[in-house]
């Protein structure tokens, strides 16, 4: 086999692979074991049908399109590893040549990772840490736990208030006439939570069990129903129950409850002996986020939209994953925040751009630096994700390997020395 790549323009280039005819009549002859086992000739059972008869019968050249589908696959990654080229999405594939006792010949239009040119990266200024835990910082974890800890107590009367959670049936109506998805039977709202349209839980506030009320809100403009974008509704509201947070006092026996000491005082340090550590690693990772920002912002770079979009696409997964670990999922998430998919999208955009350009230049300086990962060093990761997971490295490994991880594996791998590199070789601002 031959390849030979011609870049035509940034990022873009041209894959002409030449395959040998011996290679093609493997596949026409694998192609033809494939069809004969359906197909249908007056006189022979299915797959008994002789290549001679199949042929004059049907034509080899009915054979051509599941044989190109044979060789194409394996002939592509062949040419891309021959070429030396990181192609970062699905290639535009134009047959010239292809038939019985001839070469097959194709031409792939393909999108590869663009190259990088390094600014500076060495010697960039970073924030020191500030680690220090203040007086106002540990009561706010304090009154954090407390919430946390707090009672739902259910109240017999009076009036909702903002922090309650209540109880409701509603319907929602525009223009008097019920709209999908706008209807929720003994459905559980915190108010003050911002889960529901602006304005809604403010007209909870105040309603007493029993109470009936219609609350008029505006659906936002960029709600992702048109019908509904922008436009006045009604929704009838039945208040049954109001539950109310009953908070711990904040005592020893609050020490006791919650922690292993007996005492507030000494509960209150450790407390703040953790928010200090976590403060510690907050300010390292701000840090690197700093001088890997600097070293991208003086580097030169021209991202292909396929590569942000691609980036998007995983930060929407990634989305979608936390939104069902909080029993919740996208539709829900439109209806109550107002958004549709497109203006998510827009709204990642910024950032997706952001991390491919720093992942992008964190390879180059890797590669500039020869940052390689050995063997034992995947070893030691694949041991830290086996303690993550709860499962056996082994079976890690042989995951990453069946779905083709590994080398994903080894490039976080890199992008980390890299990141650490920046760091050990920047100065305190």
Do not use: C
């Amino acid at each position: 086999m031959t390849a030979n790549w011609e870049k035509i323009e940034k990022n873009v280039g041209v894959l002409s692979v030449e395959i040998e005819a011996e290679k093609v009549a493997a596949a026409l002859d694998k192609a033809f074991r494939k069809v004969v086992q359906k197909a249908n000739v007056p006189g022979f059972r299915k797959g008994k049908v002789p290549r001679t008869i199949f042929e004059s019968r049907f034509g080899v050249e009915s054979l051509y399109q599941d044989a190109i589908d044979i060789l194409l696959p394996e002939a592509y990654t062949e040419a891309v590893d021959q070429a030396g080229i990181e192609p970062v999405d699905r290639p535009e594939v134009d047959v010239e040549q292809f038939g019985k006792g001839q070469t097959f010949k194709f031409k792939a239009k393909v999108t590869v990772k663009p190259e990088v040119k390094l600014g500076d990266y060495q010697g960039l200024e970073a924030p020191a840490a500030d680690t220090e835990v203040t007086e106002e910082e540990l009561n706010k974890e304090l009154e954090r736990l407390q919430q946390r800890h707090a009672e739902l107590v259910v109240v017999d009367e009076g009036p909702a208030q903002q922090g309650d959670v209540t109880v409701i049936d509603f319907e929602g109506s525009l223009d008097g006439e019920p709209f999908e998805g706008g209807k929720g039977e003994r459905y559980s709202l915190e108010l003050g939570s911002g889960s529901f349209i602006p304005g809604f839980e403010d007209q909870v506030v105040g309603m007493n069990i029993a109470e009936d009320k219609d609350i008029n809100v505006s659906f936002p403009e960029s709600y992702h129903a048109e019908n509904l974008a922008g436009k006045p509704v009604v929704f009838k509201v039945t208040l049954h129950e109001i539950k109310r947070k009953n908070l711990p006092a904040l005592d020893d026996e609050f020490a006791k409850d919650v922690s292993e000491f007996d005492t507030l005082e000494e509960y209150k340090q450790d407390l703040a002996a953790k928010l200090k550590e976590s403060k510690a690693k907050e300010a390292e990772s701000a840090r690197e986020a700093a001088v890997v920002d600097k070293a991208s912002e003086a580097a030169e770079v021209d991202i292909p939209d396929v590569m942000i979009d691609t980036e998007i696409d995983q930060m929407m997964k990634d989305f979608e994953s936390r939104l069902r670990m909080q029993g919740m999922n996208l539709e829900l998430y439109f209806q109550f925040s107002g958004q549709n998919e497109e203006a998510l999208k827009e709204q990642m955009k910024a950032d997706a751009q952001k991390r491919v350009r720093n992942n992008l230049v964190l390879e180059a300086v890797a590669k500039a630096e020869n940052l390689d990962v050995t063997a034992a060093e995947v070893e030691d990761e694949l041991a830290n994700l086996s303690k993550t997971y709860n499962r056996p490295a082994e079976e890690l490994r042989s995951i990453f390997e069946a779905n083709g991880y590994m080398d994903t594996l080894s490039s976080d791998l890199k992008v980390r020395k890299a990141v650490q590199f920046i760091i050990e070789h920047s100065k305190t601002a």
